[in-house]
């Protein structure tokens, strides 16, 4: 009896630990629901939308719901609980608006975006305060508005308000309506560049977001808002989407047919919306996320004035909590039903094996890559290099590629911007479907994945398991795929891969094919030659990269972007500058006329991280050698 006496005061003096250590007071707060987007709120008569909006404090559970809690300010609709993201405001093109906003809170929060998009609608609420909105919704597009208590600036937003968020949807007449509105969110210790953050989708962390389930063929169309201080870089896995609208700074460009970008990976900045349409055409599991690696690890919330967090007070398996490959926050999990081919089909036939081997090595970067073909017998290159070797491949042609491990850690590659069968994709413990689900390669083991890739283009192979230390340390590297009856020719097309490299006491460099300083490279004028841009960096979703001479950018013409042809936007040539996200490649063709040293220059604006190359374009044949 003493003895469970004093272990119920041992676990009242940890509650009473936990509440002091967190900044929690043990008076209740109302729940924040998580909003999928998928009821508009408010009235609608006679072309008018009333509705009452309300300014709150809630205890919020961006994981499982008896997880991690964090007291924050929210919106929601008087009389219902608070919601994250706020309440959706969805109007056919021409409904009057009349808004009501009510702040329960202590303190004055200024609301942006209830009104027409070009017109910068500001209105302060101060503490107790309701105040009176009303405008005409006129300019079809996808919009937010959004609160602070103390920056007037999205940029700067980064504490307990950071959650006061909601979508805003503007239709023009015929709109379906069947779309998904996702709503990013974050929580960071500092405005832009952040390293500990809480990003959310509508509401939730990874594993906890919403999930979603498709037909093959089934037209899928997603809308994006992000409501964060820092841009994404998002991308899908296993399948092209194509750019329908983009909302930049209220502007919205609507995209029709052909000249809807093809993209992998699209970056959003701050305050931008977009919308994209994608048709999953082969069945199996399949991720959406940000590719910025610090936005797809589990969350780290940060010690800031005025966030309360409540930690539950058992004991919870990270397994049970997090993705066991290491996967957070800002990723959706899609899974398509439909015919498809066995991951382990009996009549596949590889027409070419090679052999990926990773193992250690002493110095930077730690890890090594070699490249073996089975047919040729040979090793590619004899000694490695500093990234992985250019795998280039054949559009149309049956490959396997089988990766082994040779680390003391396991690990996993994906094959970036490939349309493959989802089993390959390099997903340890998600990739494929049912009972076939790919594992991770563990140490001493190899895994065989089988491609045939459907078009020529530049592409990316990298980790997949989530550590830094094993992306900022070589695991990753260019994926070429010609057209049939084509050979690459490393002379005129030439890769420039664009990454972060870890060098210990040198700290973290910008590098260029794997190099902080990289040689002179000697080319020959009125050549035509194609550069192939890579950027499988860690968080730099906003490198710019440019070709200048003494008097700035040159010009190039953009033939290409994640390996899909641009065609009939690729005519005019253009400045040579251009922001490559995280995930993304460009290829380019460029041409010097004269005798001339170029500079290709590489900055990475937010950790201020700057490295060069120069192009040597001389007269005459080139010795390569």
Known sequence: MVRYRLYQIARLLLVCFALARFGFSTDSLPPIIANQNHTAAGTLRAGVLTVQLEIGKGEWHPE?????????????????????????????????????????????IRVHGLGEPSSGAVVRVGPGEVEQVRFKATTPGLYFYWGAAEVDSLRLRHGIDTELTGAFVVDPPGASGKDEIFVIEMISEQPQGASETLATINGKSWPFTQRF?????????????????????????????????FNRGGQVQNYVGESRPTVVTQ?????????????????????????????????????????????????????????????????????????????????????????????????????????RDAALGTETPKEPGLIGPPIVLTRGQPVEIEVVNRLKDPTAIHWHGIELESYYDGVPGWSGMGTQ??????????????????????????????????????????LIVVAQGERFDPTSDLIFVFSIGDFGTLQKL???????????????????YRFRFINISTNNQGMQVSLRDTNGPVEWKIIAKDGADLGSNSERSSKAQLTITVGETYDVEFSSDTAQDLLLDLLLPAPKIHTTQTLSFEAGSIDVQ
């Open 437 to 478: 689900i790919a594992p991770a390669i563990a140490p001493g083991t190899s895994f065989v994945a089988r491609m045939t890739p459907p078009r020529a283009g530049t592409f990316i192979y990298h980790t997949h398991w989530h550590d830094e230390f094993q992306l900022t340390n070589g695991i990753y590297g260019p």
């Open 64 to 108: 499982d719901d008896d997880g991690i809690a964090l007291s924050v300010y929210a919106f929601g609709e008087t009389g219902r609980p608070l919601q994250n993201p706020g309440p959706l405001i969805r109007v056919l093109e021409g409904t009057d608006v009349r808004a009501s906003l009510h702040n329960t809170l202590t303190v004055p």
């Open 267 to 371: 970056r959003i900045a701050q305050g931008e919306t977009f919308d994209m349409s994608w048709w999953p055409s082969r069945s199996g599991q399949w991720l959406f996320h940000c590719h910025m690696l610090q936005h797809m690890m589990p969350s780290v919330v940060p010690d800031l004035p005025r966030l309360s967090v409540r930690r539950p007070l058992t004991h919870v398996d990270e397994h049970t909590t997090h993705d066991a490959s290491g996967l957070g926050q800002l990723v959706l999990g899609i899974t398509i039903h439909g015919d498809a081919k066995a991951a382990f089909d009996p009549g596949w036939h590889a027409d070419r094996k090679l052999q990926l081997e990773i193992r250690e090595r002493s110095g930077a970067p730690r890890y090594a890559l070699q490249l």
């Open 510 to 528: 910008a590098l260029i094919n794997g190099t902080p300083e990289s040689k002179t490279l000697y080319l020959q004028a009125s050549h035509k």
């Open 213 to 245: 389930q498709y037909e093959i063929g089934q037209p899928v169309h997603w809308r994006w808002i992000n409501a964060t201080s820092e841009p994404h870089a998002l991308h899908l896995h296993g399948f092209y989407y194509r750019i329908d609208a």
